[in-house]
């Protein structure tokens, strides 16, 4: 089960550094949403052990927060 952890956090990390690649056409707001993104899977995958669900989730919550915090004031 640990080498299943270990895999799942490697794929993570990876997956959120090629995705930051990516970022170089996006506006501020877009950038901050995939970035929230990448940093709540990995959190989601530490905390529920690896679990799919746990990091689709972080990934969601990661995402939201990062859009709402850049949001132009108004």
Avoid: Y
């Amino acid at each position: 089960m640990k080498m299943m952890q270990k895999f799942t956090l490697g794929a993570a990390t990876a997956a959120l550094l090629l995705g930051l690649g990516g970022c170089a056409g996006m506006s501020r707001q877009g950038q901050n949403t995939a970035i929230g993104a990448g940093i709540g899977a990995v959190g989601g995958s530490l905390l529920t052990g690896g679990d799919a669900l746990g990091t689709i989730g972080g990934a969601a919550v990661g995402g939201v927060i990062g859009h709402e915090a850049s949001k132009p004031r108004r």
